[in-house]
């Protein structure tokens, strides 16, 4: 079956960095695009970025765009979500995710936290 693991969040102060990770299993990971969503407390959740199966595209939610770097690796089955400048409005649970064929998998989701 589909599964997907997300790990790497945590409590960082505002202007850190973390690197979140997500291993895949249950499909074929090198031919499908992958996405990261977050949702903060009291709010929906919300797409924060997108990588094309082969890596070559990616696409951000605006208040992440140049702060937010996602990536994959294909050997691995891995997706990443390297995120830089922290802010508060940044916290969150990260779930990873994958659309198959119309279908919609999620992780458990990683928390991440930003406070001083």
């Known amino acids: 079956q589909v599964t997907l693991v997300e790990s790497g969040g945590g409590l960082v102060q505002p202007g850190e960095s973390l690197r979140l990770s997500c291993r895949a299993s249950?499909?074929?990971?090198?031919?499908?695009?992958m996405n990261w969503y977050r949702q903060a407390p009291g709010k929906e959740r919300e797409f924060v970025a997108q990588v094309s199966w082969n890596g070559r595209t990616t696409d951000y939610e605006n208040s992440v765009q140049g702060r937010f770097t996602i990536s994959r690796d294909n050997r691995k089955n891995m997706v990443y979500l390297q995120m830089n400048n922290l802010i508060p409005e940044d916290t969150a649970v990260y779930y990873c995710?994958?659309?198959?064929?119309?279908?919609?998998?999620w992780g458990k989701g990683t928390l991440v936290t930003v406070s001083l």
């Open positions: 995710n994958v659309d198959l064929n119309g279908d919609h998998y």
């Open positions: 249950g499909f074929t990971f090198s031919i499908n695009d």
